[in-house]
């Protein structure tokens, strides 16, 4: 059973080598695929670096800012065609500690679940270093979305999971509409109208320590709106099952 772990760049210079080297230190193995959206920082030139170290380490430079939407679908892609059985997604600034990948794994590979998420408010709420505006706007965020969609997943705007390769094949990426944030509710959204197994797992989010966030309040103010258009789209879709 093959692992990989998509992890999108976007001046991630100052963390790529120590996530790198954390993931490959796992008593699971997992590849990982880095997806560089021309970061200006030469991210992609460490990652070549790199690669002569790794042969678990692949990557896929693209020609700028295109949207965390599309660079996750862009790797679920890439894959798809390799026949990866587990397909992760992970921030590179440490923000998901790499030690919890194994707990994800362990969630599909072992208990059966078909979508394993990185949970910071399963439990509480788990999350180190960020100001409280953060916080608040994050877990309201959370309640807003269950309110609209009637998912009942407490971290619904949660960028850590992992998918068994058969929710992505019947996901129709094409017809994600959200490039931002709120691509990550809206597969959440798609796995759980298809039926399959969502687990979530308890981890501790810690604030990025190297590097600058890439999130806005105009990010997160559109994956909320999206919310609304996601769910009336659903009403004119007939679902499996």
Same mark, same amino acid.
């Given at each position: ?6 992890? &999108? $760049?976007? +001046? ?14 796992? &008593? ?49 892609? #890439? ?18 500690? &790499? ?8 969630? @599909? ?20 270093? #960020? ?25 619904? $705007?949660?960028?850590?999971? @992992? ?13 994600? +509409? ?23 797992? &308890? ?21 909320? #709106? ?10 004119? $879709? +007939?679902?499996?099952?």
């Amino acid at each position: 059973m093959s692992n990989v772990v998509i992890i &999108p $760049t976007y +001046k991630e210079r100052e963390n790529i080598e120590r996530i790198v080297r954390a993931v490959s230190e796992l &008593p699971v193995s997992f590849d990982m695929l880095i997806i560089d959206d021309n970061s200006p920082d030469g991210t992609a030139d460490t990652v070549r670096e790199l690669q002569s170290e790794f042969e678990n380490l692949y990557m896929i430079e693209r020609s700028g800012k295109l949207g965390l939407g599309t660079a996750y679908i862009a790797g679920f892609k #890439w894959a798809l065609d390799r026949g990866y059985s587990y397909i992760y997604e992970m921030d590179a600034d440490f923000s998901h500690n &790499p030690e919890d990948l194994v707990k994800l794994y362990a969630v @599909c590979h072992d208990e059966g679940a078909d979508v394993a998420i990185g949970s910071r408010y399963i439990s509480g709420v788990n999350v180190v270093d #960020w100001p409280l505006s953060r916080v608040l706007m994050s877990y309201c965020a959370s309640i807003y979305v269950r309110a609209v969609t009637g998912m009942k997943i407490m971290d619904t $705007t949660a960028g850590f999971k @992992c998918y068994k390769r058969k929710v992505l094949e019947n996901i129709k990426t094409e017809k994600i +509409k959200s490039i931002g944030y709120g691509f990550q509710i809206e597969m959440k959204f798609m796995a759980w109208k298809l039926g399959y197994r969502i687990v979530e797992v &308890p981890i501790v989010f810690t604030d990025r320590k190297q590097g600058a966030s890439k999130m806005t309040g105009g990010i997160f103010n559109e994956a909320l #709106w999206g919310v609304l258009g996601m769910k009336l789209r659903s009403m004119l $879709t +007939k679902y499996p099952g």
